[in-house]
């Protein structure tokens, strides 16, 4: 009876020792007129079947906006003048990335983990082949530019841990957030390897006025090209009748 | 007070964007300039893509130009029929600016050739308008030495295909204007701009059309050009943001009264010395940008997204 108990909780919990439960304070976020950012909770806890193993475990969590192509250029003087000459297309970058851990990146996840999960900012980001010479700097250079708009973000003590179970991070959302799903990754990780992840998405869409002009400008171009300038004929018409008026 | 563009996709401070729409009215209701050499690169400044910058601007000129029109409209000094003419050589040009347009961007030295653009343009135009009008104002100073005669007999008035130009007192040759108006063309659709900066110098220069209709003449025309580069822009690429534009509309026809006001108390020669002087700071502050080491030497530019 015994021996058919422990055969059953074997199969119940297959080779996962720990396991992630998580949650996030909402998943869904909608961008109105006046939106101005949004603060985003993640939560969780850690579910074990048998004692912890040794070694501290650590968590990692991320959040991942849309990711887009982009070109980074960069300018050389040429006869005088600041002109673009080299440009490396990198495939994929997040518009948003936010990295929250318990610990300093390199002490909670090998460098072979971080390249098979593409946790940290420069393994999120993939360049394509160029014919620049040192296409690093290339990359080097769009991580700065957009670390330093707020779009990228490294935050090594965001997570608190709990008795080695109960963890929460907060993630600040800025305003300038692209359409799409966002995914959310929580990495576990114990002496630097990934023990288990989990992985969810935020919705942000955009709504009301905001998502019919949206709309409207994707499916209805010419309509939407027509209806602004009547809307700039209307005004530039209104403004000069209420001058009159009220000049009269 | 924030507020999320829905084209742009960035959140910016919506009585930000009324003030620079505010600014840029006054200038183009004073000037009639349509104010998108200025709209442009102050939209860039807050963050806005390039690509809504530019077609929003245009958007933008549409509004504070009408709104600037109606008021030169009462007072008469609107040249409809030299507006047509213009017109006709303006859209003429527009196409054909748009087909360099796409050979430059083939070649990947387009935003290098509208920046070089901007500086020639508003450098050459800024001077002779510069050195011009200071010489008129010095000349009024010095009473009645010489009246300069009213009709000079130039190249203008020798070409065929005469017409008469009654508000503007003209009687000459289509073929200047039309020309005019396809340089402005060109330029329109190469630098996003409604033209008015080139257009207000070439009218009284080679044209020789009295100052106090130029201004309204120029706007008419420039209404059309941006209406049409406006229409072009939202139905090949998407970029036109509507709440952004309708932001910058508030504040220009309101700019707009104000700066036509402004603009029928000025002497013709005093207006003429401000726009040239605007003009130049301009061309100045993009031919440093260009020359100077620039503090970020990387830029990043969006794929796949209109």
Redesign the interface.
């Known amino acids: 009876m015994i021996r058919l108990l422990a055969l059953l909780l074997l199969f119940a919990a297959p080779l996962r020792a720990e396991e992630v439960v998580a949650g996030l304070s909402q998943t869904r976020i909608a961008i109105t007129a006046s939106f101005s950012g949004s603060d985003i909770l993640v939560f969780g806890a850690v579910k074990r079947d048998a004692p912890a193993p040794e070694g501290p475990l650590q968590v990692i969590i991320t959040l991942e906006g849309p990711p887009l192509a982009v070109t980074v250029r960069r300018k050389d003087r040429v006869a005088g003048i600041w002109v673009n000459t080299d440009a490396v297309t990198v495939s994929r970058s997040p518009s948003f990335y936010a990295i929250a851990a318990t610990a300093p990146l390199r002490e909670v996840l090998t460098e072979t983990e971080d390249l098979r999960h593409a946790v940290s900012i420069p393994r999120a980001i993939r360049a394509v082949g160029s014919g620049v010479e040192d296409a690093g700097v290339f990359t080097d250079a769009l991580i700065r530019i957009r670390t330093e708009e707020g779009s990228y973000i490294l935050n090594e003590t965001g997570v608190d841990l709990a008795e080695e179970t109960l963890f929460r991070a907060q993630f600040i959302m800025p305003a300038n957030l692209t359409e799409g799903a966002y995914r959310t990754r929580i990495l576990l990780t114990r002496n630097g390897t990934v023990i288990d992840s989990h992985e969810t998405m935020i919705d942000v869409r955009k709504v009301g006025l905001e998502r019919w002009l949206f709309a409207l400008s994707r499916e209805q171009p010419l309509i939407y090209g027509l209806l602004s300038l009547v809307l700039a004929v209307v005004a530039g018409w209104a403004a000069s009748a209420a001058f009159r008026y009220i000049r009269s | 007070?924030?507020?999320?563009l829905?084209?742009a996709?960035?959140?910016v401070n919506a009585l930000l964007l009324f003030g620079l729409g505010g600014i840029v009215g006054l200038l183009s209701g004073m000037f009639g300039v349509g104010g998108g050499f200025l709209i442009t690169p102050l939209l860039f400044f807050v963050?806005v893509p390039p690509t809504v910058a530019v077609a929003t601007g245009a958007?933008?000129v549409?509004?504070?130009?009408?709104?600037?029109v109606?008021?030169h409209i009462?007072r008469r000094t609107v040249d409809f029929r030299m507006g047509w003419v213009l017109l006709i050589g303006g859209l003429i040009g527009s196409a054909l600016g748009i087909w360099v347009f796409n050979i430059l961007s083939a070649l990947?030295q387009i935003?290098?050739t509208v920046q070089l653009s901007y500086v020639i343009f508003l450098g050459f135009v800024g001077l002779l308008m510069f050195q011009e009008s200071l010489r008129s104002i010095l000349r009024a100073r010095q009473p009645a030495r010489k009246i300069t005669r009213r009709h000079q007999h130039l190249l203008v008035h020798r070409l065929p295909l005469k017409i008469k130009f009654r508000t503007s007192g003209l009687y000459i040759s289509v073929i200047p204007p039309l020309l005019v108006g396809m340089l402005v063309g060109v330029l329109a659709a190469i630098m996003g701009v409604g033209g008015g900066f080139i257009m207000v110098p070439a009218m009284i220069y080679l044209l020789g059309m009295p100052t106090k209709v130029v201004i309204g003449t120029s706007l008419f025309q420039i209404i059309f050009v941006t209406?049409f580069t406006?229409?072009?822009?939202?139905?090949t690429n998407?970029s036109?943001d509507?709440?952004l534009?309708?932001l910058l509309?508030?504040g220009g026809?309101?700019g707009?009264?104000f700066g036509s006001q402004i603009g029928a108390r000025l002497k013709a020669e005093q207006l003429r010395i401000l726009l040239a002087l605007l003009v130049l700071g301009v061309c100045a502050l993009l031919a440093l940008?260009?020359?100077?080491?620039?503090g970020?030497?990387?830029?990043?530019?969006?794929?796949?997204?209109a």
């Open positions: 007070m924030q507020i999320y829905p084209i996709e960035v959140s963050g958007n933008q549409v509004a504070s130009s009408v709104s600037g109606l008021a009462r990947g935003d290098l209406a406006t229409v072009m822009h939202a139905v998407q036109v509507m709440m534009a309708l509309i508030l026809v309101v707009a009264q940008d260009l020359l100077w080491h620039p970020e030497l990387y830029s990043i530019s969006m794929e796949g997204r």
